[in-house]
Structure formats: C-alpha cells, structure tokens
C-alpha cells in the first residue's frame, strides 16, 4: 500500500496545563498536601497592657522659624530622654483630624508656617511656667508692624506612654494620638528580628500540624481521650521525637480515668522513656503506653541521636533568660512543640519547665487556654513570655487557610 495512504495514529496534543497521563497517574499515587496555614504570631501580656497606657502631654504652636530658639528656652523643661518614640515637633497636616478638631485657634496669622511642639507631661510642670517660658521668646514679643502680638496657646493632648513595638501599631497611633516612631525594638517581648528569623525557619509547620491532627482524631475515634493531639520536633534535623493525643478518658485497671493525662503531659512523658532508653537518668521513671498506632510509631523510633549537638547549640532565647545552670538536666530543652489546641495552665507550665524553644498550635481554647495574652478574650496570662518567669518561649498560632472546626468544647482544657 503507498505511503501516502496508511493512516498513523497520532497523540493529540494537550490542552495547556493539563498533565499528561503519566504525569496524573504519578499524581495519584502521591499522597495529598496537608492543609495550608498562616503563622500568626502571638503578642505577650506586657506588650498588650502597654499599647493601652496613655499619658497627658503639653503641645505649642509656634513659628516654623522659631522652633530651634523656643526648644532651647524649654531646654529645662523638656525631658531628654522621655518621649523619644514621639515626634518632638509636628506641622498642622500630620496632627490626627481628632486631636486637631479639638485645638484652640493658634493666635497666629492664616498665612504663617507653624509647627506643634510635643514640650512634656502635665505632670512635670505647670501651663503658667510653660507660658512664662515661652513669653519671653520672640514670636510672643511686641514688634513694629505686628498688628497683634500673639499669646502662648498650650494645649493638653493625650499620647500613647510606650514604645510601639510594631510598624502598625506605630501608624495607628500616629492617625489617632500624636504622629509616632518605630524604632524596631520591643521592650515588652522578644525582639522582632528574633521572630522572624525564627518563623522563615518553620517550613514545615503545616506537615507537623496534620500529624498533631491526626494523632488526635486518632484518640478520639477510639474513645480514650479528647481530640487533641501533638508533636514533639528536634529542630536541628526536623526529626519528629514523640507524638501524643489526649488520654484522660482511658479507664486503668482499677476503673477510673486519669484527668491529668493531657495531650502535652503525655508528650513530656513520651521524651522521658525516650531518654531512658539512651541510658539518662530521669525521674520519675513511670512507663508510658501508646495508645495508638502513631504514637507507637515514634515512641519506638530511635529520633533522639543529634539531641545533645541540639542542647550545645541552642536557640536565642536561653540568652534571653541567663543563668549557668545545665540544661541537660531539661527533658525538652529547645525543642519545637506542635499543638492541636491551646495549651492550659497546667500545660503551658509544663512546657516551660521542660525548656521547649516554641509552641505552634492551632485552636483557641478561650476559656482555659493560657497562651494567649488578650485581655478581652479569655485568661489573657501569656504564660509563654513574661518577666516574672524564669523561662521564656515563642509562641504562634497556627491559621489555617481553609477554615477547620473545632472537634472539643471549649470549656475543656486541652
């Protein structure tokens, strides 16, 4: 038969983006993505309490080209290290349209430049000082030609008392009290670029979520515990060291239940026989039991080989806290803690007597959760970073992209 009429078969070609059949049938056999979250990382209580505290400030309008004569009349009045995170002196345009609807005619003609001068607070001197100053000053003195000599107007403004310790928070106050500074530091918490090289390091945080959550179902459907779960990371190799769910409904041999077994205690438990296993001393030495098959799967893995390179090496917060004592002696020193919900008070306390580096979890528990520090929303403790404690850590909230419900009440503490 020619050539010319043998009919071949050819492929047709795919539509554009639309994979090729090898490529859909390798596709299948992968496993699917876990859900996708955002980090969202958690204010401490001192940092709340503090974006609330206001003061009371003198403010003065004055000439543009006078400002240098009249700051250096008010030299002693003016504090030199107070207020740094205020603007000393603001035009008309960039005073909030709140603060400047509230201000009296400033006695100077419409066509001239002024400025506002932030002078102190109303508690370290007087309006009639602040005016004897400043009378003496030439744009309050008598000249030829001036039709009227104006008059010191010193207004009272309220202004924020700390530092901001974010850029929104410092564009928010600069619309609502007085225009405001960012100077890239946070005295109520740890310090910003600490949390950001921190969080850029978390690549992984939504696979081990889907294992915090899947440990917890786990537990659920088979009735031993609430659905909460969690996961213990080394953060030097990503390794999972435990993975635990809730067991405070597992009945003993005696007929009752444990209400103490919470997902984080069996978690601290969990890296205790483990390090019994490598030969450590530790106490109590009381056996844990899995109670599922995933928790039995890393009870049983040997994941715990580069812990001591882990404890030598350490993340940035032990500096935060000082002191020479050895964190050898610590089950969970520096360690990565992945959560389904919010920790409770006994909880929270037992990761930071356990030294963990930073806690990623996923559900707010309002009515017993202690990590979260907002004072309107539940205990508002912020136990993960406060002063009066001899350890601190990080803290996230785990968003997810696509909503999930929460499987527990939120009476319970998880």
Not at 38 to 61: D, F, H, M, W
Not at 203 to 229: H, S
Not at 290 to 307: C, G, I, K
Not at 313 to 342: F, I, K, P, Q, W
Request: positive net charge.
């Amino acid at each position: 038969m020619p050539s010319s009429t043998v009919k071949r078969y050819i492929e047709p070609a795919l539509p554009p983006g639309f994979p090729h059949k090898k490529t859909r049938a390798a596709a299948r056999k992968m496993p699917p993505s876990p859900p996708r979250g955002v980090l969202v990382a958690l204010k401490t209580r001192a940092e709340i309490r503090s974006g609330l505290q206001t003061i009371n400030c003198y403010i003065l309008p004055i000439p543009s080209k006078t400002a240098n004569e009249v700051l250096l009349a008010l030299r002693e009045i003016i504090p030199g290290n107070e207020l740094q995170h205020l603007r000393r002196l603001s035009k008309p345009a960039y005073l909030p349209p709140n603060v400047a609807a509230n201000l009296p005619p400033p006695g100077f003609p419409p066509e001239q430049s002024l400025l506002y001068i932030l002078i102190c607070q109303t508690d370290k001197a007087s309006i009639q000082q602040i005016v004897e100053i400043v009378a003496k000053t030439s744009p309050f003195q008598r000249k030829h030609g001036r039709p009227i000599t104006p008059k010191p107007v010193v207004s009272v403004i309220t202004v924020p008392a700390n530092l901001p310790t974010s850029p929104e928070q410092c564009t928010d106050w600069s619309k609502k009290y007085w225009p405001t500074v960012y100077k890239r530091g946070n005295p109520f918490g740890p310090h910003p670029a600490l949390v950001e090289n921190t969080v850029v390091k978390l690549t992984r945080a939504d696979e081990y979520m889907a294992l915090a959550r899947k440990v917890a179902q786990e537990v659920g459907e088979a009735g031993v515990g609430y659905a909460c779960g969690g996961v213990v990371v080394d953060p030097e190799t990503g390794d999972v060291i435990a993975a635990a769910g809730d067991g405070r409904l597992r009945k003993s041999d005696m007929g009752w239940c444990n209400p103490l077994s919470h997902a984080v205690q069996r978690l601290v438990e969990m890296v205790a026989q483990k390090r019994l296993k490598r030969g450590e001393v530790v106490s109590p030495n009381n056996p844990i039991t899995a109670l599922t098959d995933t928790e039995r799967v890393y009870l049983n893995t040997e994941s715990m080989e580069t812990l001591d390179g882990q404890r030598r090496n350490g993340v940035e917060n032990a500096a935060e806290v000082g002191g020479t004592r050895d964190n050898s002696s610590y089950l969970c020193h520096n360690m990565h803690v992945y959560l389904t919900h919010e920790p409770c008070v006994m909880c929270a306390m037992a990761l930071l007597h356990s030294r963990i580096g930073l806690v990623v979890f996923q559900h707010r528990m309002i009515h017993t959760g202690a990590l979260v520090a907002k004072i309107d929303e539940g205990l508002g403790l912020g136990l993960f970073w406060r002063p009066d404690m001899n350890w601190k850590y990080l803290a996230w909230q785990w968003m997810a992209v696509e909503k999930m419900t929460n499987e527990i009440p939120e009476h319970i503490s998880a």
